[in-house]
C-alpha cells in the first residue's frame, strides 16, 4: 500500500511529497526542492526510510535540494528525463537569478522515460513522459491506488506554465490529453502547487484544459 504526505517546501510552496510503502516503510521524496532538514524530520516523524529521490523535472523549487539530500543519504536519483539535462545543469544559476538559497547540479543515477518503472520499497509506479512545462518532465503514477504526481503538468484549475526556457504550450497540452487522462478520471494528482484534484473533476471544470475549454478551441 502506498502512503503519501504533501511537505510544501521553499518561497514557492512547492509540493514535496514523501512517499512510502506501508509493508516495508522504505520511501522516497518526489521533487524535494529545498528545506532539506524540514523533509527529513518529516521522514523521521512518519518512520520511513528512504530509498530514493524521485524527480519530476529540474527547476530550482522541485530540484533544489536533490543534490545534498542524495549525498546525505546515499541513495540513488531517479528521473527526470534526459531533456531536462541543461535545467539540472543551471541550477546554482537558477537559484541566484531568484534569490533562492545556493544549490548545487546533479548527475541523476537513472534518467526516466515514457514506460518506465520506479518502485518504492514493494510499490511500483508507472512513469509518463509529459513535456510542455519543460521538455523533459515526467510523472508518476500508482494505478493501485490511483494516484499520480504531476509536478508541474496540471494543477486545479490551471496548468504548467509554458513561458520559461524550452516549454511549449501546445506540447503541454498534449501531454495532458494524451498521457493524463487516459490514466481515468478517478485518479487523484499532486500538483507541484495548491491544492489536490482528481483528472475527472479537471476535465469538468479547468478553463484551460477541460472538455469544453478544449471543444471551443477547435
Known amino acids: 500500500m ?83 539535462q541543461f535545467l539540472i545543469d543551471s541550477l546554482p544559476q537558477q537559484c541566484e537569478m531568484y534569490g533562492f538559497p545556493p544549490s548545487r547540479s546533479f548527475e541523476p543515477t537513472r534518467w526516466l522515460d515514457g514506460g518506465d518503472e520506479v518502485t518504492v520499497g514493494e510499490v511500483t509506479l508507472q ?43 501546445a506540447t503541454l497540452i498534449k501531454s495532458i490529453t494524451e498521457r493524463l487522462w487516459p490514466l481515468g478520471n478517478e485518479t487523484v494528482f499532486v500538483p507541484g502547487h495548491g491544492e489536490l484534484s482528481t483528472f475527472g473533476d479537471e476535465r469538468h471544470h479547468n478553463p484551460f484544459v477541460g472538455d469544453k475549454a478544449l471543444a471551443g478551441a477547435d
Open 2 to 84: 502506498l502512503k503519501a504526505t504533501v511537505i510544501p517546501v521553499t518561497a514557492f510552496q512547492q509540493n514535496c511529497s514523501l512517499i512510502w510503502c506501508e509493508d516495508t516503510m522504505k520511501g522516497a521524496f518526489v521533487d524535494p526542492g529545498g528545506e532539506a532538514e524540514k523533509l527529513l524530520q518529516a521522514a523521521s516523524d512518519n518512520g520511513v526510510t528512504i530509498e530514493k529521490i524521485l524527480v519530476t523535472h529540474a527547476h530550482l523549487d522541485h530540484a533544489g535540494a536533490v543534490a545534498d539530500l542524495a549525498e546525505k543519504l546515499n541513495v540513488p536519483i531517479e528521473g527526470p528525463h534526459r531533456e531536462d
Open 127 to 169: 512513469v509518463r513522459h509529459c513535456p510542455g512545462h519543460t521538455p523533459g518532465h515526467v510523472i508518476f503514477y500508482s494505478k493501485d491506488q490511483s494516484v499520480a504526481f504531476v509536478g508541474d503538468v496540471l494543477f486545479r484549475g490551471s496548468i504548467g506554465r509554458t513561458d520559461f526556457p524550452r516549454g511549449d504550450h
